[in-house]
């Protein structure tokens, strides 16, 4: 149902993305294979490719933001179509920085042609994402909202780069903070979708204080939506999540649970500077966790931003029915486990 | 003299160039610290450095071409910082990219902090590059022509990547053109000169016709200039380049005259086959290159280029005094050895 309802702009979206990439004549095609990779449309030899494509949260995001101010969607297009473009640059670049070989079962654009070219190709999708946002300018938007639209796009690629730096640091990092993780998470993942929000409610109304609504409605749901996903790391069903049992806690990934417990246990802290983890130590690491609470924090962590979201919807009074949708996105983005 | 003239830039660019970097209160120090070191005003640990800094010529052309098309190169500030972050931006990732260690006899970024957090860094320049030329908005200059200058600014980009991009694939490629390669250096160094010059000049015409005989004049000068560079990676005097004789052919450099050669003579193409080179192997290209009239070809190509740049000057009409500047500026740039 849900799935069906975005379908409607799916279609176009697509087309604009396709058109954003590819219309680079001088672009020789053993670069924009790289891009065209990198988004899912081919295979490594520029083969049409049926991949199912991600989720594409981020522009339906926008898409039914502009919807909810009382906007036409398709004036949002090419402001989608960055917020996407934008995505991927990141997952590219973050591929490299976390030596990831695998992105959707397949091997990840360094892998294939190189850190170096993947530098490149992520450069180059980065500036894409910029010259889709220039399309605004063809779709009866005044400038002067054009140049806010812009303003938020840098900041908001001001604030992933922060965010992956904080993430970064961490592995070094002997003792981290939750609210040095809060501040991570903001940048890294919240901000991108505070930012899809704002630039929806923006292009619909060209007023500020309701755009600021949805641009908070975005960042609290991006909040509690990686903290769902941190939960679903150490107790998520590895049946519904298609990852093993405690992924988290076998990579010694310092989510937000992980972080509660390390400075709430020296029990923990200990288990964690073993050299290698044994299935017990696993175990043992997450009944430290339910122990000190770590569960019930992260849980009510994760509400406190979920209603924090609802509430800041509640107060943009989106239409109705884009509102319902709007809505229905959130509980189906939380649902998968609840 | 030339440098006196400059010098009245300088104190405003730098200031300038430094908010833009430093007015980041989300922006930890461990962070900020990368940014500022390639952009040669600290050392590792942060601490202030008196290095001389590039020679801004990017930034120069621009302010200058405002000058001379009859424009305040103050309203133009804000667009030479964003040239200039740029360019420092594509450094950092070059570097990464051509594994080189060091850059002004000091260690490059990811040499001094790794590749993943240098790649960090470069994406965070990079988004201060458009972080400065949000700034034209309160220079008095129209929504309009800010959306223009920031397309030109996107399509550099774009031709950055693709040159870059070009430049690794030479290394792979058995027989590269001097076509391609001067595609190449179209994209990897003419085109941002291109934009300097075009942008300086359409903040103060906002004359499209005019902006473009400015732009034909970067590009052409960014040809030439690198052209010129070529020559003296062969024929330079160790004395006056700094760099050792003859130090394009050792490190198997694909610049033009050496394109050229491999092109005409079997006798270069089987020395370039050879694994290590000897000094007699370098004497020997030399004389192959002489012979077949590579350096002859390679100067009348840069001549070309030159008289092409100084033609589009010339048909631009450029104020008196400002005018003077700008071909001293170029004259200068040639200078080094003519």
């Known amino acids: 149902m849900l799935t069906q309802f975005f379908q409607r ?32 449309w081919v295979d490594e030899h520029d083969t049409p490719y049926n991949l199912p494509t991600g989720k594409r949260i981020r522009p339906i995001l926008l898409l039914l933001s502009t919807e909810a101010a009382g906007g036409d969607w398709r004036k949002s297009l ?92 961490f592995e070094h990092q002997a003792i981290v903070t939750t609210d040095e993780y809060l501040s991570m998470i903001e940048g890294k993942s919240a901000a991108l979708l505070a930012a899809c929000a704002q630039i929806g409610a923006l292009i619909a109304s060209n007023d500020d204080e309701l755009s600021a609504a949805y641009m908070e ?45 390390l400075n709430k246990s020296e029990k923990l802290m200990s288990i964690y500077q073993r050299q290698t983890f044994t299935a017990n130590d696993v175990t043992e690491a997450v009944k430290t966790l339910d122990a000190v609470g770590a569960r019930k924090y992260a849980q009510e962590t994760e509400t406190t931003f979920y209603n924090r979201a609802l509430a800041a919807l509640e107060s943009a009074n989106p239409l109705s029915e884009s509102g319902r949708w709007l809505k229905q996105l959130v509980e189906a983005l939380f649902e998968r486990q609840h």
């Not at 996903?229 to 049946?239: Q, Y």
């Open 9 to 40: 702009y799916m279609t176009e979206l697509d087309a604009s993305m396709r058109h954003t990439v590819n219309s680079r004549p001088k672009f020789s095609s053993d670069f924009g294979v790289m891009l065209r990779y990198a988004l899912g």
């Open 78 to 169: 090419p402001s989608a179509v960055a917020v996407e473009l934008l995505h991927n640059f990141s997952l590219i670049h973050d591929d490299i920085q976390d030596n990831s070989l695998t992105r959707h079962n397949r091997p990840t654009v360094w892998q294939v042609w190189g850190t170096a070219n993947a530098i490149n190709a992520g450069d180059a999708l980065f500036t894409l994402a910029y010259c889709a946002l220039e399309e605004l300018a063809s779709r009866d938007i005044e400038p002067q909202t054009i140049i806010k639209i812009w303003r938020i796009f840098n900041d908001t690629m001001l604030e992933l780069t922060r965010g992956q730096h904080l993430d970064m640091s």
């Open 217 to 261: 409605f975005g960042l609290n749901i991006g909040l509690a939506f990686q903290i769902h996903d941190d939960i679903l790391g150490i107790w998520g069903d590895p049946d519904v999540t298609g990852k093993s049992a405690a992924t988290d806690i076998l990579s010694r990934k310092k989510s937000l649970p992980v972080l509660y417990g």
